[in-house]
């Protein structure tokens, strides 16, 4: 009779970290389909990219980014 509450809590637990992982699997889909450059959305800059020119600044990494004119 005494590990009946001990169980409803390992239940409790299990469910809350399903629950967390299925959440942040979510999250991390709509993070991909939403962030960056991609096919949805095509009018921002950084989709009309050429080519990168890198230079250093002392330890700093500095980007160039040549973009098309249209």
């Known amino acids: 009779m005494g590990n009946s509450n001990r169980d409803r809590q390992h239940e409790d637990s299990m469910r809350f ?3 967390s992982i299925l959440g942040i699997i979510i999250l991390m889909i709509i993070m991909v389909l939403f962030g960056g450059c991609g096919i949805t ?3 921002k800059k950084c989709c009309d990219k050429e ?3 890198t230079e250093w600044d002392g330890d700093r990494q ?3 980014y040549s ?3 249209r």
């Open 17 to 19: 970290v399903s629950i």
């Open 62 to 64: 500095i980007n160039w």
């Open 41 to 43: 959305q095509p009018t």
């Open 51 to 53: 080519h990168v020119i």
């Open 67 to 69: 973009t098309s004119e």
